[in-house]
């Protein structure tokens, strides 16, 4: 708890930073989040295709995936070991319905925090019943050449 707590107060403190940096925005705000929400599109169909290593190039060098119930992945093998695992195992029709996205400069962020940012919902099988239901925070930061990519994901079950 105390993690996801100072995970919280280190957003809100980049948020107020960019926001009263002074720095005149030299990008489309509405473009951004659109570059945003169709990062979120590739992965709904990276993951309905089961290609781990085309999910794991969503992150950004240095991108961060918290699953729920699991361990932090920190590395661009483990993110694609990952992957492998959950999407090869796994038939899916995954969804990922964005709740709100807002950019500051080169990041974009969930926008005011509260319970949910995006939903995600799985349903699937391969051998066993599986249904996922949960949230998502998801932090992005553009790319050297203007592209978005994940920087920190965040994942919580709705189930209890």
Same mark, same amino acid.
């Given at each position: 708890?105390?993690?996801?707590q100072? %995970?919280?107060?280190?957003?809100?403190? @980049?948020? =107020?930073?960019?926001?009263?940096?002074?720095? =005149?925005?030299?990008r489309?705000?509405?473009a951004?989040?659109a570059?945003?929400?169709a990062l979120i599109?590739?992965?709904?169909?990276?993951?309905r295709?089961g290609?781990?290593? =085309?999910?794991?190039?969503?992150?950004?060098?240095?991108?961060?995936?918290?699953p729920?119930? $699991?361990p932090?992945?920190?590395?661009?093998?483990? @993110?694609?070991?990952?992957?492998q695992?959950? @999407?090869g195992?796994?038939?899916?029709?995954?969804?990922?319905?964005?709740?709100?996205v807002?950019?500051?400069?080169?990041?974009? %962020?969930p $926008?005011?925090?509260?319970?949910?940012?995006?939903?995600?919902?799985?349903?699937?099988?391969?051998?066993d019943?599986?249904?996922?239901d949960?949230?998502?925070?998801?932090?992005?930061?553009?790319?050297?050449?203007?592209?978005?990519?994940?920087?920190? %994901?965040?994942?919580?079950?709705?189930?209890?």
């Amino acid at each position: 708890m105390l993690r996801v707590q100072s %995970l919280v107060a280190s957003v809100l403190a @980049l948020a =107020a930073t960019l926001s009263c940096s002074g720095r =005149a925005p030299t990008r489309d705000a509405e473009a951004d989040k659109a570059a945003i929400r169709a990062l979120i599109g590739r992965a709904v169909e990276v993951s309905r295709a089961g290609d781990a290593a =085309a999910w794991a190039a969503l992150f950004a060098d240095g991108g961060v995936y918290m699953p729920a119930n $699991g361990p932090e992945i920190t590395t661009r093998a483990g @993110l694609e070991e990952f992957a492998q695992l959950y @999407l090869g195992r796994f038939w899916s029709q995954t969804t990922i319905t964005p709740v709100e996205v807002e950019v500051f400069g080169d990041w974009g %962020l969930p $926008g005011p925090l509260s319970k949910e940012r995006s939903r995600r919902k799985l349903e699937g099988t391969r051998s066993d019943p599986l249904q996922v239901d949960g949230k998502e925070i998801g932090i992005y930061r553009r790319q050297q050449d203007g592209a978005w990519k994940l920087w920190r %994901l965040i994942g919580n079950s709705n189930r209890q």
